[in-house]
């Protein structure tokens, strides 16, 4: 699994936490930036760079991080074929995979620790799409998507 990481200042701390999680599970990390906390840098221009690696086939997944997770979610969100999702809790991490089939997670380093943090990045990565009447689902989400981006 090569998952691809990204965050603005208010993230980047948890985003080098993320990643040393992942690399000690054996999970290749590639990140895409921001590489301060110190520098007031624009959220969209990471969740973008994460979003179109994730869609070209650079990495499996993306996972990206800023003060709430929103922001750079939205930003995300706008790539198409992109599903981000925005989690605080175990459950909802598990069934924005199992049921959304998201194949990005967006975290709020000033909302969550890094425990819980990185519990969630757990719950998602080992967590499997059920298919099924998910994938109708998912693929009425891409027709929505189809229709507003001609």
């Known amino acids: 699994m090569k998952i691809g990481l990204g965050c603005d200042h208010g993230g980047y701390n948890l985003k080098l936490e993320i ?7 054996g999970i290749e990390c590639v990140d895409y930036g921001t590489n301060s906390a110190d520098e007031s840098v624009d959220y969209p221009i990471y969740g973008q760079k994460v979003a179109e690696a994730v869609v070209a086939k650079e990495v499996d997944y993306g ?15 706008k790539v198409p074929g992109i599903r981000c999702a925005v989690v605080s809790d175990v459950f909802s991490a598990k069934m ?40 109708r689902r998912v693929n009425l989400i891409g027709d929505i998507e189809k229709k507003y981006n001609k």
């Open 19 to 25: 990643i040393k999680h992942l690399e000690g599970k």
């Open 63 to 77: 996972i990206v991080c800023c003060g709430t997770g929103i922001g750079i979610s939205l930003a995300a969100n």
């Open 96 to 135: 924005s995979k199992a049921h959304n089939n998201a194949n990005m997670l967006s975290l709020g380093e000033r909302v969550l620790g890094k425990g819980l943090a990185l519990e969630l990045v757990d719950a998602w990565i080992n967590t499997e799409f059920e298919g099924d009447r998910h994938l």
